[in-house]
């Protein structure tokens, strides 16, 4: 509902109660003009002026939007984008160890992904967050042979008559498996012989190209890993008496120090546990006294705080920080 061109100060009915318009040059007033109202409003009030100059000329004031009708409205927002927001992401799982025994490295592919979705430089990403992309690994001490004697030929020479084709690949035995427990992987060497009158020779592998070549890798599982649950140290007690609690980290890992969700859960330690359970005892300070009449009800509205309640409810305050230390700080 509106009210237009209300010239003289006086009392108006409107919006469900009454409005009350006063103007300095009709009263008594320092204040300049002014609306007020009792209330309540049963609609929406919007007040506007028109500023007419002593010359009779009116100048534009900001009126309610509703006002403007059907007015295109200018935009007052619109989509900006200061800097892509990164994070980084794990592409794969680690690598087989580079060596089959002894000491090697592991890797695994780790991106900076935009929030849509795209491969960006790392440097988009917290460089101080990035997750490891390159872990050493032990597969235990390389075997030593320990036979005796003199170690059978591994390639014999025999006649078979003329040969077709002199180029044939020779395929070397399976290395140790890359993995101590669990699926990995093991390899072998191959290599390139030529046939020279019932000499073999190794040659360049180009030139067994056009012949199906026997695999150089392949998985292998000696035992299933295990897995247990490890656990951290306590945190610090949440409190120092009336009974409090503390945390740690319990985790579920495999024999490889990776995260697995096969441990049994009935058997998972405790992750909190209470603490400091004893009563909290006030130490006694003669100077120390409550010197207000009601000082508990000073101590529920946390007026504890201010310096003045501190000083005439001294002993509640006091036993009151002692059981919540975090409640009086300002």
């Known amino acids: 509902m509106t009210y237009k061109e209300q010239k003289r100060p006086g009392i108006f009915t409107a919006v469900g109660t009454q409005l009350i318009y006063r103007r300095p040059n009709e009263i008594r007033s320092r204040k300049g003009e002014s609306i007020t109202a009792p209330g309540p409003l049963t609609e929406d009030l919007h007040a506007f002026v028109t500023h007419i100059h002593a010359n009779g000329r009116e100048s534009s004031v900001i009126v309610a ?5 059907s007015s295109n409205q200018p935009v007052t927002r619109s989509p900006c984008q200061l800097k892509i927001c990164s994070q980084w992401e794990i592409r794969s799982q680690w690598s087989p160890c580079s060596v089959p025994c002894g000491l090697g490295q592991r890797i695994r592919e780790v991106v900076c992904v935009s929030n849509q979705g795209d491969v960006e430089e790392d440097e988009e990403c917290n ?3 990035k997750p490891d992309t390159l872990q050493n690994c032990d597969m235990g001490a390389c075997a030593r042979s320990c036979c005796e004697g003199e170690r059978p030929a591994e390639v014999i020479f ?3 008559g003329p040969c077709q084709n002199q180029l044939e690949w020779y395929a070397g035995p399976w290395g140790q498996c890359s993995t101590e427990c669990g699926n990995g992987t093991q390899t072998r060497s191959v290599a390139c012989l030529f046939n020279n009158n019932g000499r073999m020779e190794v040659v ?6 056009g012949l199906p070549q026997p695999t150089t890798a392949q998985t292998c599982s000696l035992k299933p890993c295990g897995v247990q649950w490890y656990v951290t140290e306590w ?13 740690r980290e319990v985790r579920c890992l495999t024999d490889n120090i990776v995260p697995s969700d096969y441990c049994d859960p009935s058997l998972s330690p405790e ?18 006294s409550n010197q207000y009449h009601n000082c508990l009800v000073v101590v529920q509205a946390r007026l504890c705080v201010y310096p003045y309640y501190r000083s005439v409810c001294c002993a509640s305050c006091s036993e009151m920080q002692k059981t919540y230390p975090n409640h009086i700080r300002r």
């Open 158 to 160: 025999c006649d078979a």
């Open 235 to 247: 945190s610090t007690c949440s409190r120092s008496c009336n009974g409090g609690y503390r945390v």
């Open 65 to 69: 939007p509703d006002l403007c009708g």
């Open 271 to 288: 992750s909190r546990e209470e603490c400091n359970t004893q009563p909290c005892v006030a130490e006694i300070d003669p100077s120390c």
């Open 204 to 209: 360049d592998q180009v030139k067994c190209c």
């Open 127 to 129: 460089m101080n967050l």
